[in-house]
């Protein structure tokens, strides 16, 4: 794939577009998952698609959620939210809408 290096220690996210209350990023993950403690706890919405991959999320209170290509779910803000697996071999590609939030600056 163009432009994606072959060694990712980190999860790699590009802001794709961005506009009053909307940005869409590409997220890149290739067996990364969040750290045991942590969780998403965001002041926007979130739809996210996988295009290419599989993961697994977990949403607070919900369990986990699967999700392979062609897969989507609509996070509300503050809904909490982890990444507890990605495929480690292949790279799972995720695109991210986030909504709700004005811009800063």
């Known amino acids: 794939m163009t432009g994606i290096p072959a060694d990712l220690p980190d999860e790699l996210v590009t802001v794709l577009a961005e506009a009053e209350g909307v ?4 997220i890149i993950s290739r067996g990364h998952v969040s ?5 998403y706890d965001q ?3 979130e739809f996210v698609l996988v295009m290419t ?3 697994r999320l977990e949403l607070e209170g919900r369990g ?13 803000r503050h809904l909490r939210h ?22 800063v600056g």
């Open 23 to 26: 940005r869409i990023e590409r």
């Open 35 to 39: 750290l045991p403690a942590f969780w």
């Open 43 to 45: 002041d926007e919405d």
């Open 53 to 55: 991959g599989a993961a």
């Open 64 to 76: 986990e959620v699967p999700l392979g290509v062609g897969d989507w779910i609509d996070i509300p």
């Open 82 to 103: 982890r990444v507890t697996w990605t495929l480690p071999d292949q790279y799972t590609i995720w695109l991210a809408v986030f909504r709700g939030r004005p811009m």
